[in-house]
């Protein structure tokens, strides 16, 4: 399986910024579709944004205009520039890499974005 790792959280004020990284460690990472999800406390994990292997983007609603996922498929990463940032994106965020066709459905431990309001 692939190994993810995501870094990058921390603390954050309303209003600020941060950038999430997540590293996959795999030669096929240009094949792999990849996203980030998040989970708040007491809810449901969703999916916040996606990034396929041609590069194509889709957000959630809730983030779109203020976060922007890329890839660096030389450093096989994919990073979440998180702006303008709200109380209500405090959650843990996961990076999940994917492919159907190499079967392939790996997380990452999760990173924790506090934003405090």
């Known amino acids: 399986q692939v190994q993810v790792v995501e870094s990058g959280g921390g603390l954050a004020q309303a209003g600020g910024s941060l950038k999430l990284s997540c590293a996959a460690s795999?030669?096929?990472?240009?094949?792999?579709?990849m996203e980030w999800h998040r989970q708040a406390p007491g809810k449901q994990r969703e999916l916040v944004a996606t990034?396929?292997?041609?590069?194509?983007?889709n957000y959630a609603d809730s983030v779109k205009g203020r976060f922007t996922i890329s890839r660096d498929n030389a450093k096989k990463t994919v990073g979440l520039q998180m702006n303008s940032l709200k109380s209500e994106d405090t959650a843990v965020y996961y990076c999940?890499?994917?492919?159907?066709?190499?079967?392939?459905?790996?997380w990452g431990q999760g990173t924790q974005v506090t934003v405090s309001s």
């Open positions: 999940n890499a994917k492919s159907t066709y190499y079967s392939v459905d790996s």
């Open positions: 795999t030669y096929i990472f240009k094949s792999l579709i």
């Open positions: 990034i396929t292997s041609e590069g194509d983007t």
